[in-house]
């Protein structure tokens, strides 16, 4: 595993020149097209079809070179970017603004995707309210966009949780209100038709309802979510991938992701922690298809508040995270290294791109871990 993940870290050149682009928002010009005029039906679940591929998202790149976009920007979600711990008392209303944001963005180091996504990453942004607060979210389709978008919050105790009320066309803001009823840690989603390739193309994030009275203090935080690609093209294999509607009926992803990106939350880009912290991950799968089986290689969870249950389990090595479900979950790093998290069918660690790394820094600790060659 080591050799591949240097293989993986030289070739950082592209990660940092898509990271110094910012968040460049591809022109109108170049993607408004009669593609999503077939989709303003939306009023039904609806089933694949050919016009769902999508295969046309980056028609002007395959004309050219057959190269990355060069609009590519880096849309993996930083996982230390998330609001901090709620320490108010009382309820209140909470304003939630979200764009849905289409644009090419580097999902290997080598390799370009058109990614829909919430606000420009995946996934979008981690949302924090309280139990009993008042969540009102604005929906806002950039008017670049060419599809239709919505959100489905799985907090909301209501039809559709939301996505009906706030579907919207490109340049158009809808907003609903819910009660967060319910503590605990939820998957939001876009659940425009055809359903799989909108959340297939990143648009998904976590909400956490912390409950009243909050969570318990923790040195750090982070927040990751696994989601599988299907492309026409394999990891690392450079150009501007298509999406692959054949791949996805068949539940044969070309990537899976934390965080949108091959590898994309590993050297300059991995979490630091220090030796001693106590570190919480909010830790969500958005799908489309898989289950994760989720591990910190090195790492016991001790405190595992599966699927975002009040209470919690305690000293597991993997857990198993569905796709459209999320926990969170704690650990100790009682000795400095590098601690990889995978999605344990390995394959998709290896191959597909289901690696992070937590990097701990401090002093050694011979009576937990003693390397005896050294
Ligand atoms: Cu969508």
Redesign the pocket.
Known sequence: MTDMLNKGLSRRGFMTRAAALGLAIPTAGALLSACWDDEEDNGAVGAATEDDDHGDDHAEAAEDDDGPSPDAVRIAKDPADIPGPINRTEPEHVLVELE?VELDGWIDAETTFTF?TFNGTVPGPMIRVSEGDTVEIQLTNSSDSR????IDLHSAHGPGGGAEVTTVSPGETRGFEFKAIYPGVYIYH???PH?P???G?G?YGLIVVEPAGGLPPVDKEFYIVQGDFYTDRRPMQGGHAQWDGDRQFDERPTYVLFNGMFQGLTGEHAMQAEVGDRVRMFVGNGGTNLVSSFHVIGGIIDVLHREGQAEPVHNVETTLIPAGGSSWMEFDFDVPGDYVLVDHSLGRAVDKGAIAILHVEGDENPDIFNPLDD
Request: with cysteine.
């Open positions: 849905t829909w599809h239709p978008h919505n876009c659940a425009v359903i390739t909108h959340v193309h648009m």
